[in-house]
């Protein structure tokens, strides 16, 4: 593994975001000194927070997986997850309703997600979900330490046995023949295959290597935190505080001193000048490319995964068959990949995302109200350059309507505190193409051909964050955290 020459003992980290976190967290562990610099007021980043009349709004990830990860991060240094954050397991983690009016609730628990698929689908697709279940955990072992938490410096670093076993295991397939093979259910192929999506790609085009993530949200298990997703950064951020970083909010970087090849300090917006040894970037990787003066030499631009619009009611209303996590799958589903990725339209038939906070944590609204977090998948700016400022309030009707037409009757009236965000406010934040997952995990951009976290012609500066290696999400972009940090320590 190619490693940060020359000296390293003090670090500054860009971006406060869960992937500069966990970067500082390790480096701190390996004994570098570390400064964190966030334009922002608080840490988090994309894993936002919104505070409106008395409603406690998570504005990014709402479905925590993988929680060891960040337990990871924090024993590097000496602290654990359980001393910063209550930690809820979501029974079920998840609760698919089809337009044929049927519900299906997703179980991580291998028993009762066998009885759940025998009740709705037979025992024959039970066992189909049974040898499933085998094969996502398969293909999760062969996968997470040599290809999603391994730092590449060349598509050789793949040749070998681990290459020759994923393989073996379909993972060059497609996802979702893939799972068409074990389940022949088509609710229960969605509810396999829809995580294609987290990854930016439709599930007949995802590489069936990408079941990794239905492995972790329907197998290894959906978690959420007692007063919000914005427990977790508040975790990192005070753990590493405690183990002696420097954080400085509100301060934007806005160049990189150089010396040759190596960068010296960071200077920020309010004049400040901060010497380095090293530097980890977790901004978006135009601004990272911006800062470090890099143009990409890759021969074919880059794909951009596509976008959401996100509705955050605070209500009266409740309606108690939603679950933590509800996905109100339309009746169309290739078309809707077509559609938000080809085509750069809205959905005409929209698969939504319904979160419900409040069903795990009353305290996040006030007394007998809930808070209601409503993501509908869209094009980004580039598949679809759609003027949101324009659209937007329409397209929030429309979503209310199809909810109300979905059953949640009443929907609209009993929203109280509302918070939109579309494209263009996504775009206004810096993200590229409007979307906030960033560049999309196609086979061209994955593994060792996503955006590397070596840059070439800077030595002493590594990339962290879903930009590049492994991916998009709260599980990837910890790991790229300890990538980068293992690219300075060695
Ligand atoms: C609506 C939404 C829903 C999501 N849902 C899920 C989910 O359910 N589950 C899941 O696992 N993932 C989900 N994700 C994805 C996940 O949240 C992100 O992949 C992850 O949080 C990105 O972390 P990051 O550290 O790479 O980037 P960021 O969080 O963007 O961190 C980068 C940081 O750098 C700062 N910064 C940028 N430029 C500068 C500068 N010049 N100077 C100083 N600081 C700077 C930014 O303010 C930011 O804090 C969701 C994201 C969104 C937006």
């Keep these: 593994m190619r490693t940060v020459p020359g000296r390293t003992d003090h670090v500054v980290v860009v971006g406060a975001g869960l992937a500069g976190l966990s970067a500082a967290l390790h480096l701190l562990g390996a004994g570098r000194r570390v400064t964190v610099l966030e334009r922002d007021g608080t840490p988090g980043g994309r894993a ?29 240094v000496g602290s654990s997850l359980r001393e910063h954050v209550e930690l809820v397991p979501l029974h079920p983690a998840y609760r698919a309703e089809f337009a044929d009016g049927s519900a299906i609730d997703v179980h991580t628990d291998a028993e009762a997600m066998e009885a759940e698929v025998r009740r709705v689908a037979g025992p024959v697709e039970a066992a189909g979900y049974a040898r499933l279940r085998a094969w996502l955990t ?23 046995p ?7 295991l379909g993972g060059f397939g497609r996802l979702g023949p893939a799972i068409g093979r074990f389940v022949r259910d088509e609710r229960l192929r969605r509810i396999f295959s829809f995580q294609a999506l987290y990854a930016g790609v439709a599930p007949e085009r995802a590489l069936a290597a990408y079941g990794v993530i239905a492995y972790m949200d329907t197998v290894a298990g959906v978690w959420f935190p007692k007063g919000g997703m914005r427990a977790v950064p508040d975790a990192l951020a005070a753990a590493a ?14 160049r990189l001193e150089r010396t040759g090849e190596r960068v010296t300090a960071v200077h920020t917006a309010d004049g400040e000048r901060i010497a380095c040894d090293a530097v980890v970037l977790t901004p978006e990787l135009h601004t990272s490319y911006r800062l470090l003066g890099h143009t990409s030499r890759r021969p074919v631009a880059l794909r951009y995964s596509p976008s959401a619009v ?12 939603l679950a933590h996590h509800t996905i109100s799958f339309g009746r169309e589903w290739g078309r809707t990949f077509t559609e938000i990725i080809d085509a750069g339209v809205p959905m005409s038939d929209p698969s939504l995302l319904i979160t419900r906070p409040t069903a795990s944590d009353p305290g996040l609204a006030p007394d007998g109200r809930q808070l209601y977090f409503v993501l509908a998948p869209c094009p980004n700016l580039r598949a679809g350059p759609l003027d949101w400022a324009r659209i937007g309030p329409r397209y929030r009707d429309e979503l209310v309507a199809v909810l109300e037409a979905r059953g949640l009757t ?6 109280e505190a509302e918070h939109l965000v579309t494209p263009a406010d996504w775009a206004a934040m810096g993200h590229a193409a409007g979307t906030p997952f960033a560049v999309a995990h196609t086979f ?30 709260v599980p990837p972009v910890v790991i790229s955290g300890r990538l980068a940090a293992q690219r300075i320590t060695g």
Excluded at 138 to 160: H, T, V, W
Excluded at 310 to 321: E, K, M, N
Excluded at 410 to 415: E, L, R, S, W
Excluded at 444 to 473: D, I, K, S
Aim: glycine share 16%.
């Design 138 to 160: 398969r293909l999760y072992r062969a996968e997470i330490d040599r290809f999603i938490g391994a730092n590449f410096d060349s598509p050789l670093d793949l040749a070998g």
């Design 48 to 76: 936002g927070r919104l505070d409106l009349g008395g409603y406690r709004l998570d504005t990014g990830p709402t479905v925590l997986t993988m929680p060891e990860l960040l337990d990871e991060a924090l024993s590097a």
């Design 410 to 415: 009443g929907f609209g009236a009993g929203i």
């Design 162 to 168: 681990a290459l020759a076993k994923l393989a073996a």
């Design 241 to 254: 505080s405690g183990a002696g970083a420097k954080f400085h909010y509100d301060t934007t970087v806005t």
């Design 310 to 321: 996100v509705l955050h009611a605070g209500s009266t209303g409740s309606w108690p068959r």
């Design 444 to 473: 061209a951009q994955t593994g060792p051909f996503r955006p590397a976290n070596l840059v070439g012609g800077v030595a002493n500066a590594v990339l962290a964050g879903c930009g590049t290696t492994p991916g998009v999400g």
